[in-house]
């Protein structure tokens, strides 16, 4: 999991020899949950699972928490286990702002507490920073509450990347080596059989939602004000801010849209996964036979 570009796709491809699809521009290329071929590790058949952002360019956070809930609470009733979770986190990053708090505070949310202990927060893109740049973002990083120090505290750990294939696959041991884990999303929508909605992650991501709507309606009060005031004063601005308007209320009823859309959302993810389930499992048996 991680940001959208932070390079979770390329990863995969380098520890599997996969081929997904990897984005080189502004836009989102992992738009689905997709899976790597099997491969062996240290004597241990692994597949890697990657996810889209929640900041992708072409869905909603609501369909992303639906497509990625739906995928581990589907394959977890059909007995897949995770060894555990890879957040890529770019070093190269000057700043760790909203966007980018944003996506680890929903996964955080999809983890649970218990299970950060088989969490592993990966740095990558080091060759593109200075030695003592990077090491530097590291510590700042690993030792502030509003960044990973909180998870590091609770179990996670905090490792390089330097894109070889040596590297991602002695990530990867430190997984090997871990009980599985039970992400505090399956523990909720499978054992104990809550709505999304009502998940720690589905609540989180409707108080984000929530605040983002409380901030659009304010805009819209502020810009109706500001519209009466340049009538008075037969101002001409007043068709640019008549424009400002109607695209903020759009925002606003898309906000609301997808608040609500939740539930169906998930739903309609869930029903997709349990018609393809069989093939899936077809196709990763003939792959881990073309492993023996």
Same mark, same amino acid.
């Given at each position: 999991?991680?940001?959208?570009? %932070?390079?979770?796709?390329?990863? =995969?491809?380098? *520890?599997? !020899? $996969?081929? +997904? ?105 080091? %060759?593109?920073?200075?030695?003592? =740049?990077?090491? *530097?973002? !590291? $510590?700042? +990083? ?12 609770k179990g996670a750990r905090m490792l390089r990347h330097d894109g070889s294939l040596e590297s991602a696959h002695t990530t990867l041991r430190y ?26 992650a589905g609540s989180e991501l409707r108080r984000a939602l929530d605040e983002q709507a409380d901030r659009n309606k304010e805009e819209i009060r ?49 029903a997709r996964l349990e018609a393809q389930i069989a093939q899936m499992d077809d196709e990763h048996k003939k792959q881990l036979q073309a492993l023996?």
């Amino acid at each position: 999991m991680g940001a959208t570009g %932070s390079g979770k796709s390329t990863f =995969i491809n380098k *520890a599997s !020899e $996969s081929n +997904l699809p990897v984005g080189h521009g502004l836009e989102s290329c992992t738009n689905e949950v997709r899976t790597s071929r099997p491969f062996v590790v240290n004597g241990r058949v692994v597949t890697l699972i990657d996810t889209p952002g929640f900041d992708d360019t072409t869905r909603s956070d609501t369909d992303i928490l639906a497509m990625i809930a739906a995928y581990l609470s589907k394959t977890y009733e059909h007995g897949a286990r995770l060894a555990g979770v890879i957040y890529m986190h770019r070093i190269s990053d000057s700043k760790m702002g909203g966007t980018s708090n944003r996506n680890f505070k929903m996964f955080r949310e999809l983890c649970g507490e218990s299970s950060l202990k088989n969490v592993l927060i990966v740095t990558n893109m080091w %060759s593109k920073v200075k030695p003592e =740049i990077g090491e *530097a973002r !590291e $510590s700042e +990083l690993a030792s502030k509450d509003k960044f990973f120090k909180p998870a590091i505290e609770k179990g996670a750990r905090m490792l390089r990347h330097d894109g070889s294939l040596e590297s991602a696959h002695t990530t990867l041991r430190y997984l090997l080596s871990s009980h599985s884990a039970t992400l505090a999303i399956q523990q909720e929508i499978v054992n104990e059989q809550k709505p999304i909605e009502k998940t720690t992650a589905g609540s989180e991501l409707r108080r984000a939602l929530d605040e983002q709507a409380d901030r659009n309606k304010e805009e819209i009060r502020n810009l109706r004000a500001e519209i009466e005031a340049a009538k008075r004063a037969k101002h001409e601005r007043r068709g640019e801010l008549q424009r400002e308007l109607e695209k903020k209320q759009q925002e606003c009823e898309r906000v609301e849209q997808n608040s609500q859309r939740m539930a169906v959302e998930f739903a309609a993810e869930r029903a997709r996964l349990e018609a393809q389930i069989a093939q899936m499992d077809d196709e990763h048996k003939k792959q881990l036979q073309a492993l023996k």
